[in-house]
């Protein structure tokens, strides 16, 4: 594998995740998966009729039963694209699964190569239920919260300092970083996931995205995630789910004005190659 030195500009990266976006698209299509644009994509659709101008990534949010669907389906099936989740891979160490264009690779500053051997990619997070009421959903929710820290502070190569987060959950993070040097992933993973199946989304008053970012703020009533229509993203048609408004308030408040221009950066903290195989 032969990698071209000169890091890929954001608009291609924004192309290739357009395209395997496009690929995802069509196979949810042909399968009758359950989809949606979500998080920062999502606000991008509705915001700006596509990516969000600083930003450089995809998220897609699918009902527990059709992330299940996706998976086997990609496992089981050639796809143009590469798939990662951690049943595919023992080296894949994260509860959200991604896909990625082969064509690329990735060269992360902050997190380890081990967990981030991949090309440019998208995001794909499933959607589970959480309980009958927003008090169980929420109890529901916490009962995996530290593990999945732990979890995802396994992929650091070494602590460093929030861009998201504030001052003073810095001890919280590093005292989770030091549990992460001896924890196992396996363990962590498997356990994670049976707690998650534990309530049937579409029986489950409340559901949310459980590895999202926004945490507590990603429990919403199980309709939100249920009915869905076609919304442009860069001249493309995607399924979104039909609360958008209701999603991103939740997520974002306002979410139809503009932060502060000190805040219009990618959160990533990866370089983008071609490579030749």
């Keep these: 594998m032969n990698v071209i030195n000169k890091p890929l500009e954001l608009e291609k990266i924004k192309k290739i995740e357009l395209n395997l976006l496009l690929q995802l698209h069509q196979i949810c299509k042909e399968q009758g998966f359950r989809y949606s644009l979500a998080g920062g994509t999502l606000l991008g659709a509705v915001r700006h009729g596509g990516f969000i101008p600083w930003d450089d990534d995809i998220d897609v949010i699918m009902p527990r039963p059709d992330y299940d669907r996706f998976m086997q389906y990609c496992l089981n099936n050639k796809t143009p694209f590469k798939l990662h989740y951690y049943k595919e891979s023992k080296n894949y160490i994260l509860i959200d699964a991604k896909i990625s264009d082969p064509s690329t690779i990735l060269v992360d500053q902050v997190l380890t190569s081990k967990s981030l051997n991949i090309g440019v ?18 109890k529901q929710f916490f009962r995996t919260s530290l593990k999945r820290e732990v979890l995802n502070a396994m992929t650091w190569k070494k602590f460093f300092r929030s861009k998201t987060k504030p001052l003073y959950y810095e001890p919280i993070r590093f005292a989770v970083y030091l549990m992460s040097r001896f924890s196992n992933a396996n363990k962590l993973l498997n356990a994670i996931e049976k707690i998650n199946r534990e309530v049937d989304f579409d029986t489950s008053q409340y559901a949310g995205c459980v590895s999202g970012v926004y945490r507590t703020k990603e429990i919403m009533k199980t309709s939100v995630f249920k009915s869905f229509i076609s919304m442009k993203f ?15 308030k939740q997520l974002y408040g306002n ?11 990618t959160h990533h903290t990866f370089k983008a190659y071609k490579v030749e195989r």
């Design 121 to 138: 990619f998208i995001d794909i997070f499933a959607i589970d239920g959480l309980g009958k009421d927003e008090e169980s959903a929420k």
């Design 234 to 248: 860069e001249d493309y048609e995607f399924q979104c789910v039909r609360d958008y408004d209701v999603y991103l």
């Design 255 to 265: 979410y139809m004005e503009l932060p502060p221009i000190e805040k219009r950066q």
